[in-house]
């Protein structure tokens, strides 16, 4: 399989979903890489079956505000430091570059850099969509190390951070963002090709491919009746009557209907717009657009006791939420089967 100039708005779009109203803004990704893709032809996607063993795979992605991503133009070279970078640090050549989330921006930035570098790009992501935390991956939970890490700018200025926890990593990038302008390209947990299969989260790529041109059928479609100090979504048509409340932080985070959970993190909530089709951020939610809100499954790993301890309800505030069975159970990039709703 590959992404080329064809498949990417399916692929943004996807991308964009699994950003569960975060994750970056998708369409300056997107613009870069189309570019990327014109200026250097067709990313390869490989799964983890075909990798080298020892083959060295370079998770990466792009750390800082949205608003600093709509007013600052990057550069083209970032990958390019970071993989130079990464090689000095491991004595040996990166071979494939793999998406550090899968949802929002690093989801398509993935896509550009590995054009750029003539990568293959896995089928695998550290997230199964897009949290805040840098540490918040698989690979933490797989006892992989986040060091050393690199984080650079489009000037090639770069910093290497070693021998610290995912969340000591977490804390040091973010602290270093006000130095670097309010946003940086980073590489951390870097893996072998062997550790991909039980380390990721399987089939990322694929399915925001997938999800571009074929999503489940929403929890409610309804239009937005407030978005100030709640999000509230009135029921329209067949939902007339109902009313649900949407918990948003950096993403959208749970979906309740009279107290009781429809959806809550690490579920993907995402929004779309009815009218055009586009993915609502959690940032341009506003009174009255039409939406419908669709929720999707996560990577299995963050349904365990530990993915819930670092990722679930509590993680981020909530407390005495869980999410609720799937229906069909399964999940599509390990199981293959269609989506959750």
């Given at each position: 399989?590959?992404?080329?100039?064809?498949?990417?708005?399916?692929?943004?779009?996807?991308?964009?979903?699994?950003?569960?109203?975060?994750?970056?803004?998708?369409?300056?990704?997107?613009?870069?890489?189309?570019?990327?893709?014109?200026?250097?032809?067709?990313?390869?996607?490989?799964?983890?079956?075909?990798l080298d063993p020892d083959l060295l795979v370079m998770p990466a992605g792009t750390a800082g505000a949205s608003a600093v991503m709509l007013e600052r133009v990057t550069g083209t070279e970032e990958p390019v430091y970071l993989r130079d970078k990464v090689e000095e640090l491991h004595g040996t050549r990166v071979g494939a570059l793999m998406a550090s989330e899968i949802g929002g921006a690093n989801g398509c930035m993935a896509v550009a850099w590995a054009a750029r570098l003539g990568l293959p790009l896995v089928d695998a992501d550290g997230m199964s969509r897009a949290f805040p935390g840098m540490n918040q991956t698989v690979m933490?939970?797989?006892?992989?190390?986040?060091?050393?890490?690199?984080?650079?700018?489009?000037?090639?200025?770069?910093?290497?951070?070693?021998?610290?926890?995912?969340?000591?990593?977490?804390?040091?990038?973010?602290?270093?963002?006000?130095?670097?302008?309010?946003?940086?390209?980073?590489?951390?947990?870097?893996?072998?090709?062997?550790?991909?299969?039980?380390?990721?989260?399987?089939?990322?790529?694929?399915?925001?491919?997938?999800?571009?041109?074929?999503?489940?059928?929403?929890?409610?479609?309804?239009?937005?009746?407030?978005?100030?100090?709640?999000?509230?979504?009135?029921?329209?048509?067949?939902?007339?009557?109902?009313?649900?409340?949407?918990?948003?932080?950096?993403?959208?985070?749970?979906?309740?209907?009279?107290?009781?959970?429809?959806?809550?993190?690490?579920?993907?909530?995402?929004?779309?717009?009815?009218?055009?089709?586009?993915?609502?951020?959690?940032?341009?939610?506003?009174?009255?657009?039409?939406?419908?809100?669709?929720?999707?499954?996560?990577?299995?790993?963050?349904?365990?006791?530990?993915?819930?301890?670092?990722?679930?309800?509590?993680?981020?505030?909530?407390?005495?939420?869980?999410?609720?069975?799937?229906?069909?159970?399964?999940?599509?990039?390990?199981?293959?089967?269609?989506?959750?709703?």
């Open positions: 399989m590959d992404i080329d100039t064809d498949t990417l708005p399916a692929f943004a779009r996807g991308c964009a979903v699994l950003g569960s109203g975060g994750g970056g803004v998708v369409a300056m990704a997107r613009a870069a890489a189309l570019q990327a893709l014109e200026d250097h032809g067709p990313v390869r996607v490989v799964q983890a079956g075909e933490q939970l797989r006892g992989i190390s986040p060091t050393p890490a690199v984080v650079c700018d489009e000037r090639g200025r770069t910093l290497v951070i070693d021998r610290v926890t995912g969340r000591w990593l977490e804390r040091l990038v973010r602290s270093s963002l006000e130095a670097f302008g309010g946003q940086v390209a980073s590489t951390e947990y870097v893996l072998r090709g062997h550790q991909v299969a039980t380390a990721t989260a399987l089939g990322s790529v694929s399915r925001a491919l997938r999800l571009g041109t074929d999503l489940p059928a929403p929890l409610i479609t309804g239009k937005i009746a407030e978005a100030d100090d709640a999000i509230l979504v009135e029921g329209l048509g067949a939902d007339q009557g109902r009313l649900v409340r949407l918990e948003a932080g950096s993403e959208f985070l749970a979906v309740l209907e009279d107290g009781r959970p429809l959806a809550c993190v690490p579920d993907v909530i995402a929004l779309i717009d009815t009218r055009t089709g586009e993915v609502v951020q959690a940032e341009q939610v506003r009174y009255g657009l039409r939406v419908g809100v669709v929720r999707l499954l996560c990577d299995p790993i963050w349904y365990t006791p530990e993915g819930l301890r670092l990722a679930g309800p509590e993680a981020f505030g909530l407390t005495g939420l869980q999410s609720p069975p799937p229906s069909p159970p399964g999940f599509p990039c390990r199981a293959g089967r269609g989506e959750a709703s």
